[in-house]
């Protein structure tokens, strides 16, 4: 018989005799729970993806009335700069129409929630910098866009976002991106 | 005799492991033990009438609790891991060695109560319930946005054209815009796009389109953003299709 200490073998008896009791066996059961609970934890924090998006999307937007009831109207040109970063997140707005950049918006903030499942984030941000035309195109749009409750976005102000990541086609390079409140549509490329 | 994966020589007082080959000298208390659990081998043995050990020749002594104890659970320990279950210890009650290498496992039909108390019982099956909940919370697939009306349509020229609407508020507009989307579409003579998703903003005054392209080496795409004054009306025709470069 191999000898042990004898401190080893009475430690071994008390544990078997723990085992095969009820007692035993209901906390046995309840530590085997346990376990997946933690084991599906971990693997579901190593199975994260990347969290890192940079995206830029662009648009022809047709956002004034006269503008689209011309013969050709010549459309405005709209930049969309997403950019997440684990807890860090930046949207940055441009429209250029003729000459060049006529307004833009600049909003960074954090991500408050994340669902890497379904790609989803909710992001707080600021409006850090901001520059509206008298008659502004973007902004309207932007209120549609950001489903904004307030009557205008001024600097400063908070935005509060849903953003879903809704398709990704890795070969090119392309996401579809959706505001969740507004239900628009961006197709984005990856960076 | 043999019990288990021991022999146990009654001749000599010996339990011999024939897996491991070791013997254990069993001595007077220990053998006493052990030769009234194997008389009544298949009963419970009382522990009064184990504590009481009678060896021939000599006086009856009274073993304690304790030491009674030690000596079960030692000859437990002795025997091969596979035969652990065949000397059962009740506390308070007594010692049984099973005749043959009792399966602890029942019947998977009996009850549940049979092992098990309810309340214990009840734990288990809540804590199985709230794994199933915790995993099927994990585990359902994203709840992807579906889009409302999905269409193919084919073009004048023949090209066949996926079309989807996404609107969240309001089907019917929805229907309505893929009705006018579609005909308009199979009215236009060159159309580049292959698939068109078109989504009807929360507030009704903007329409997102989505154009792509697939060609062989890669696939175009194009945002279009549109403000439109009235929603609920048909907004599309041919001319529009025109200005936003989907026709022609």
Known sequence: MVKLPLRVRRWRRRLRRFLQSRRGKLASVIGVMLLLFTGAITIEQLAIPSDVWLLSCSADGYFSAPQFNSEHPIPDKLTLLVNIEHQQAALHYLLESGTGVTEFIVMQGKVTRRDLRALSYQLALKANSVQWQDDSRLHPYLLNELSYVEQSIKLNAPVLLDVQIRHVDSPHSRVLLTFMSSNSLWSCQVN | ?248
């Open chain 2, 1 to 248: 005799m043999q019990i288990g994966c021991c022999w146990f020589d009654n001749e000599r007082r010996l339990l011999v492991d024939q897996t491991r080959s070791t013997q254990w000298h069993l001595n007077d208390n220990e053998y006493w033990v052990l030769t009234q659990l194997v008389l009544h081998r298949g009963q419970v043995v009382p522990l009064t009438m184990l504590e009481t050990v009678i060896v021939s020749g000599q006086v009856a002594h009274q073993l304690t609790q304790g030491e009674l104890t030690s000596i079960i659970h030692h000859i437990i320990d002795y025997l091969c891991v596979s035969h652990l279950n065949l000397i059962e210890y009740i506390p308070d009650q007594g010692v049984i060695l099973y005749p043959i290498n009792q399966t602890k496992h029942p019947n998977i039909l009996a009850l549940p109560n049979r092992l098990l108390s309810w309340g214990q019982y009840g734990i288990i099956i809540g804590a199985l319930l709230a794994l199933l909940l915790f995993l099927w919370s994990h585990i359902i697939p994203p709840m992807f946005t579906k889009a409302d009306v999905l269409r193919q349509i084919i073009a004048a020229s023949g090209k066949v054209i996926q079309l989807s609407i996404y609107d969240g508020k309001s089907p019917q507009d929805a229907m309505l815009h893929a009705e006018c989307l579609s005909t308009q579409l199979r009215l236009c003579h060159h159309v580049r796009w292959d698939s068109i998703d078109a989504a009807i903003s929360a507030d009704r005054h903007y329409v997102s389109l989505l154009l792509t392209e697939f060609t062989e080496t890669n696939w175009h795409y194009k945002n279009v953003k549109i403000s439109v004054s009235d929603m609920h009306s048909p907004f599309i025709t041919q001319a529009w299709l025109h200005k936003v470069n989907i026709c022609g």
